[in-house]
T-cell receptor, first 113, second 112 residues
Framework: KAGVTQTPRYLIKTRGQQVTLSCSPI?????VSWYQQTPGQGLQFLFE???????NKGNFPGRFSGRQFSNSRSEMNVSTLELGDSALYLC????????????FGEGSWLTVV | DAKTTQPNSMESNEEEPVHLPCNHS???????IHWYRQLPSQGPEYVIH???SNVNNRMASLAIAEDRKSSTLILHRATLRDAAVYYC?????????????FGKGTMLLVSP
């Protein structure tokens, strides 16, 4: 069974631009969540989607958004990029129930210059 | 979410057992104790979880205190590949969400 796949793995953007990251969950998984990891703040939860609906959201500004498609694939978008958005963005998938094991992708490394 | 407290770092020698402690004094009755680890340049991976009883799997063992206010992840024979940041996380079984709240974790250093 294929794991969680994230694309692109690495990207460099300029301040003010916007970026879209993609995530393909494990087959059969209906929940996809996104996390941001920085050296200063550690791993922080961004949002979770389940069956195309956002059902949980972390404490991030509205510049961070996401969506989930009917095939459970998900994208997250960051608009008006700031230098502080440079981070590892991790996607995770699970069957969607509270106790289910959560599986992470290898992440997308975003550098904002 | 109930918080956990872990040491910032621990060191071990290869092939020795490692006991990683976690304190969670405000744990609620519906909180499961989960452990994840993150190897360098990788996403976190599930290690083990439990509610009240001690648990074993192929990766590790989880020992849970009788009052559930603390737990210990046990790696029976550390290898160099076990060098990672280990996160102790409480998950409310009734939350309806499939998300994790990460703390700082414990960085485990393994020496040959």
């Amino acid at each position: 069974k294929a794991g969680v796949t994230q694309t692109p793995r690495y990207l460099i953007k300029t301040r003010g631009q916007q970026v879209t990251l993609s995530c393909s969950p494990i087959s059969g998984h209906r929940s996809v969540s996104w996390y941001q990891q920085t050296p200063g703040q550690g791993l922080q939860f961004l949002f979770e989607y389940f069956s195309e609906t956002q059902r949980n959201k972390g404490n991030f500004p509205g510049r961070f958004s996401g969506r989930q498609f009917s095939n459970s694939r998900s994208e997250m978008n960051v608009s008006t990029l700031e230098l502080g958005d440079s981070a590892l963005y991790l996607c995770a998938s699970s069957e969607g129930y509270s106790g289910n094991t959560i599986y992470f992708g290898e992440g997308s490394w975003l550098t904002v210059v | 979410d109930a918080k956990t407290t872990q040491p910032n770092s621990m060191e071990s020698n290869e092939e020795e057992p490692v006991h990683l402690p976690c304190n969670h004094s405000t744990i609620s009755g519906t909180d499961y104790i989960h452990w994840y680890r993150q190897l360098p340049s990788q996403g976190p991976e599930y290690v083990i979880h439990g509610l009240t009883s001690n648990v074993n799997n192929r990766m590790a063992s989880l020992a849970i205190a009788e009052d559930r206010k603390s737990s210990t992840l046990i790696l029976h024979r550390a290898t160099l590949r076990d060098a990672a940041v280990y996160y102790c996380i409480l998950r409310d079984q009734n939350s309806g969400y499939s998300t994790l709240t990460f703390g700082k974790g414990t960085m485990l250093l393994v020496s040959p």
